[in-house]
Each structure stands twice: as C-alpha cells, then as structure tokens.
C-alpha cells in the first residue's frame, strides 16, 4: 500500500517517544531510519512487529575512552548503536579534516544496532572522504565448515565520493540479512534454498528455523565470503571491546568506522575523476540482459530514496504497515 | 613429482638473473616467490612457461611522489610489482609505528605484480598491525550485469596478529584466479562451470576462450562480490593513480596497502587476546563433515609451507616443473 513518507516519520517519531528516548536520540533514529524507509528497508517495522523495538535503557552517556590526533575509543554504555555510531561519524570526519584518516571504535552498543551502515558511510563521503564501516550484531551466521552461529551478519558499508552523489556499497555479510529472514516469517513465506541451516545442521528454507536455533550461512556459501566475515567480525568487535563469538553477553555490540582522505595519496580532485571515469565506463559495458542496466552498488536504493522524496510516498507491505500503526496508536 | 625446494630456489634465482633484474631486486623476487612456492602456488611458474616472465625494464627507479607523516605515494617508474610493493610494506611499518596509522600508494608498478598479496599482508601483522593490501592486476573481470572485462581479479589480502602466526586471508575477488585459468589452460583441462563467459558473453568452461577475449566472473557471481570487486579496483587503483578500467594503459598497475595499531582502539594485547578467543570458538564449532576441520583463512596454506620447510621438498606438476627447468637451463 502507499504511505504518506510524513506519516510514517511521525509514527515512528511516536514510537520512539514512546519507547522514553531522549527527545534528541529520537530525533537522530528517525533521521536515520527514514534514510532506510526511503530505501524500501523496512527492517525497524518488521522488528517492532516481530519482538518489539527496545525501550531506552541506557545505562549512562556515550563516553570517551581513549583519545588520539586519528582514533577514539567510544564506550556506548548500552545507548541504541544508531545514536552512538551517529556521534561517532562525527567525531570521525572532524578528526579526518585534521588528519587525513581517523578511525572510531564502539563497544556496548545496544541491539537492533545501527540502522543502514551505508548511512554512516554516505555521511563520511560526503565530507569527500572514503568511508568504511563495519557494525557488529547478532551472532547468527556460521563460518564455512560449520552450521553453527559464530558471526553477525556484519554489514560492511563503503562510500565513495563521487562528482556526484556519493556511490556507497551496504552489505551484509551474510547470505540475507536477517532482517528479511524475520520479514518471511511474518509473511508465513519460505526462503530461497541454501540461506542456512536448522539446529541440527541441515540446510533449512523455513524462516523460524533459521532464527530460533540455526544459522544463517555466509554470502558466497564458501570460504572466500566466510574469511571477509570473520575478518569483519574481528574489525567490528575484537578490536573495539565488542562481543565476541561464544560470549554469553551477546548485547554489547561493536562497531568499527574509518576515514580516509584521498589527498593522502592521488589526491582529492583526481580520486573523484578516477571513480567517475571507472563507473562511466562500467555503465557503458555490454549488459548480459539488454533489458537490465548495470548497476552500481547503492544505486537502486538510491532510485528509490529519490522516487520518495519525489512522490512523499512509500510503498509498504499493507500487513506490515498496520500491524507497526496498530503497536504505536 | 618431487623438487627440492633448494632446487627450485636456485632455478628461479637463475631465471630473474637471466632476464636482468638488479641482483637485489632478483633476491627480493625470489623471497615473495618462494613464499608462493611454499604454499604450493606456482603461478609464476605458470606465467614463465604460459607466456614468459618480465625482462628487467623498469625506466627508473621507484620515486617518492607524496610523503606525509600517515602516507606515501609511490611511483614505481616500471619496476616489477612485487619489489614496489616489497619497498612500500617497509615503509608503511615504519610510518605506523610512529603514528599507528599508515597508507601507502603505488602506481606505474609493472606486470606481472606482487606474488602474493598476502606476503605483504604477513609482514605488516608480523609487527603487531591489521594489514590490509590491495593489489591491482589485469583487467580479465566482469561485473554483475555484464560480461566485459573491467575489473583487475585484484587480490585483497588481511593480515592480523595473533598470539602464535599471523592470520592472513588472501583472495582473488573473480570466481577463480587467473594464473589458475591459465593452469588449466596448460594441462588441458576444462573449467569448472560459472567461472568465465567468451567474447560473445556465453558462459564457456574453456580456458582460453576466457583468457584470450572473455572475462571472468566475480566470487559469488552477483551483486555483492561485484560491488566488492569494484570497490577493491578503486582502492588499488583510482587511488593510487594506477590504470583505470578501459584504459589503453594498461600496463600501470597500482596497489593500496595500509596498515593500523591496535593501540589506537582496545589495545594490541587486548586485540590479540579478543582474536585469540574468535578462533578458538570457531575451531570448536560442530562441523558440517565430521572429517573436515574447519579452516581459517591461509590456514591450509600455512600447513604447506610448514611441510614444505620441515621436508624440504615440493610437489609440484612434473609437465610444469620440467617445462619451467627446461626454459632456464
């Protein structure tokens, strides 16, 4: 069905309110989670229909533990990841204009996590910067060899500046995101085949299975995608003092951010002519499908967040949406 | 059949005196060489009897562009790959143990490249950082969408610290790499399906026909990998001020290494331990075969090199070896 893009804005304004966040944090999460509601990324619906959004409980205010002329070191105290990785791509593109690169690391980062990690990468490009971010969060996807949960499904975002709008690459790690995984269990839908497995191993196509007790599998099903996974694991968490696999307190999530200037190496102005150059001349290849463009990464997403912004409309799952206006009014 | 790894040592140290390299520069070849070798990558074996190795032609020697406290850029005025990127490893931890952060760029470095990227990945998480190397390659890579050469198969390797060897993970971002194309290519062997497309943008399993005008696809043949594949082309490239998808020149190739301190976020005893802990949890997940452990990245490659220095010995394809022998003496 079409949502009014206002209408949902202000419902999930409500909900949050609702929820007892600080005026301003809720102000920030609906900032960025209209950022994925433009984007067709329905997630914060389907999470507040599903097991219901967190009430705000953190324990303190973000703090700084660690200081350098490049780095912090943020201890979230259990603040929502969107509102701390939000501060922290701040405090990130400062330090960058300084120094050419910086990098940020969370911990104690509360669940759902940060929203689209490509927000905060598009935020970092904008300031002309390559931006690269890596968020931490529930440990559901098993490593090649294994059907057992040890990873996040990890998305790992990456932008980059352009002469135009930022080109930003948001994916997880995982062969779905789990989000869509709990979007075909409301939907009562099964999945594709080889997304994962059930407790005891075997591969599954049934929604609640996968979420329960087994595991998601990892992008590619082999070891090349299962070794950039545990190589985002390690970024997101064992380098910020976030969860690790196997820890019983699997609520303090890490995330992981860092900027780099293109003025540390070519140069800002021959970077962007560089990547503008390279996706001309990607865009002008010979399709497999003549009916099919190709496509950069973020560049449908980016259609859509236009198309929305045209329109003031969204097209949602009509179950969805009245079972998310139901929970709030 | 068997050869010695002294042996081989000594044939390949012949061949790039041969060819004219700088006797440094012929050491420094043969280190990242036999560091392949090892690990039962013969790659430049391949290339020697496919196509023949690179005569010395470098038009001068590698020049510092851009210095910073953080970065260099690095002209590599022709000179091989694998002695630019040897040079700028070097660098970079030298600059990183000052400032816990460094970049190092490189353009104008020469075919046949780095050997492999993990060498250098090694190297720098051997002095306590995350390593991270980009290396740019020929243009033999499709993206989603097409089947047109536009992307290197650049590999991108990650070096982390451990509390016993490095972790290194080391991949071509194409469904196989091309010197593996191009063994196959050499016995006669057909591909795998989903590898490659011919020139008329057909999937094909003939090696050739992907070496001579085809391309390859990228590692899990769709958008996620392809936008990676992209991403890792900027890096090595468009960054560094390497050649550019379409470019006539396509003899330039870059490479983007950097490396970063745990110090700057949780700490590098504390990094170590928290890396520790993720893959003893990972080594102790229920397997999907019972008889197949599971692997951390180069953890296989690492095994052959072990067995390969304990027994001094290689086994290696005897049409190949002889072929490689018969070329030098």
């Known amino acids: 069905m079409k949502v009014g893009l206002k209408d949902l804005q202000s419902l999930t304004r409500q909900l949050y309110l609702k929820l007892e966040y600080p005026e301003a944090q809720a102000e920030t999460i609906l900032e960025v989670l209209s950022y994925a509601?433009?984007?067709?990324?329905?997630?914060?619906?389907?999470?507040?229909?599903?097991?219901?959004?967190?009430?705000?409980?953190?324990?303190?205010?973000?703090?700084?533990?660690?200081?350098?002329?490049?780095?912090?070191?943020?201890?979230?105290?259990?603040?929502?990841?969107i509102c701390a990785l939000h501060l922290a791509a701040d405090l990130l593109v400062s330090k960058a204009k300084m120094s050419g690169f910086a990098i940020v690391g969370?911990?104690?980062?509360?669940?759902?996590?940060?929203?689209?990690?490509?927000?905060?990468?598009?935020?970092?490009?904008?300031?002309?910067?390559?931006?690269?971010?890596?968020?931490?969060?529930?440990?559901?996807?098993?490593?090649?060899?294994?059907?057992?949960?040890?990873?996040?499904?990890?998305?790992?975002?990456?932008?980059?500046?352009?002469?135009?709008?930022?080109m930003v690459l948001d994916m997880a790690t995982s062969a779905m995101p789990v989000f869509k995984v709990a979007e075909a269990l409301i939907k009562g839908e099964m999945l594709p085949p080889n997304v994962g497995y059930d407790a005891d191993g075997v591969p599954t196509q049934a929604p609640k299975k996968i979420l329960v007790s087994g595991a998601l599998m990892t992008f590619d099903r082999g070891p090349k995608s299962s070794g950039l996974a545990l190589m985002f694991e390690l970024f997101a968490n064992a380098l910020t003092g976030g969860c690790l696999p196997g820890d019983p307190d699997n609520q303090n999530w890490g995330n992981l951010a860092f900027a780099i200037d293109p003025d540390l190496l070519v140069g800002r102005e021959a970077f962007v002519?560089?990547?503008?150059?390279?996706?001309?001349?990607?865009?002008?290849?010979?399709?497999?499908?003549p009916a099919r463009d190709i496509r950069l990464p973020g560049e449908l997403s980016f259609i859509r967040s236009e198309q929305a912004i045209a329109t003031q409309e969204?097209?949602?799952?009509?179950?969805l949406f009245r079972a998310y206006r139901e929970r709030i009014l």
């Not at 929203?115 to 529930?138: D, L, N, T, W």
């Open 37 to 81: 509601h433009r984007r067709g990324n329905f997630q914060s619906l389907i999470q507040e229909v599903a097991v219901g959004s967190p009430r705000f409980n953190a324990q303190r205010d973000i703090v700084m533990e660690k200081e350098t002329s490049l780095s912090c070191l943020l201890d979230a105290g259990g603040n929502i990841g």
């Open 314 to 319: 969204l097209e949602i799952d009509e179950h």
């Open 106 to 166: 969370i911990h104690n980062s509360s669940p759902p996590g940060t929203g689209p990690a490509g927000y905060y990468a598009e935020k970092i490009a904008r300031e002309g910067f390559i931006g690269i971010v890596f968020c931490g969060s529930s440990k559901m996807v098993a490593p090649s060899g294994s059907s057992e949960r040890a990873f996040g499904s990890n998305p790992i975002a990456i932008g980059i500046p352009t002469g135009r709008e930022p």
């Open 273 to 289: 002519k560089n990547v503008d150059r390279t996706i001309a001349y990607i865009k002008g290849l010979k399709r497999t499908d």
